[in-house]
């Protein structure tokens, strides 16, 4: 099993501390770097616990989880913009820059969305790859934005996630270059209903990007 290294800290972006995790392995160069965001109830902390960190960095990729304003431990810190509201889509760009990233691929589950969706738009050339789990905003974006996408997505979502899951594949079945994964069995969060599943997909769709 390949040497991983875990850290956390803060940087400071935009006016507030934004707290991340690091994971990656220690005797290669990373492949490329995964970019973790998360749902209204959870943190970076939750790509912890569930593994996703330390698997993403054992097969080789620098897998960086944020919290995202307001949330985890940057909760005392002022959002940028209210729930359902889309976030400007420079904000994911100073992440990358703050944390020295590249080129990423972007996992957005849920509340997400509304940072990850206009990045997606807005900086294409900036996201190798991208995991979108019933996003929020996906209504706030044209048919023909989506079409316009070439990025390679992997749009999953739980069977039981009715209407959140159907609702945001009904948009983000637009984009051109997307596959689709329905978990059996699972809800919202379905990457906690089933986490073996989960990081196999992950890393399957990983790999097909290198």
Not at 52 to 76: M, R
Not at 136 to 157: D, W
Not at 164 to 182: D, P, R, T
Request: hydrophobic share 40%; with cysteine; aromatic share 8%.
């Amino acid at each position: 099993m390949a040497s991983v290294e875990i850290k956390e800290g803060t940087v400071e972006l935009e006016g507030q501390e934004l707290f991340y995790r690091r994971a990656e392995p220690t005797e290669q160069p990373p492949i490329l770097s995964v970019l973790l965001l998360h749902g209204i109830r959870f943190s970076s902390e939750t790509w912890q616990t569930l593994g996703t960190l330390e698997k993403l960095a054992e097969a080789g990729y620098q897998a960086v989880a944020i919290d995202l304003p307001g949330l985890g431990k940057s909760k005392e810190y002022t959002a940028p913009a209210s729930v359902g509201d889309l976030a400007p889509n420079s904000f994911l760009m100073s992440v990358l820059k703050a944390l020295e990233l590249g080129p990423v691929v972007i996992i957005s589950p849920s509340l997400s969305g509304m940072y990850s969706l206009p990045f997606l738009f807005g900086h294409n050339g900036m996201v190798k790859g991208f995991i979108p789990v019933a996003p929020i905003c996906t209504e706030k974006f044209s048919a023909e934005q989506y079409t316009s996408v070439q990025t390679p997505t992997l749009v999953v979502y739980g069977d039981e996630d009715k209407p959140m899951g159907e609702a945001s594949f009904n948009n983000l079945k637009n984009l051109s270059n997307h596959k689709v994964h329905i978990m059996k069995g699972a809800q919202h969060a379905c990457y906690i209903n089933n986490t073996e599943e989960w990081h196999h997909i992950v890393l399957e769709f990983l790999q097909s990007l290198s």
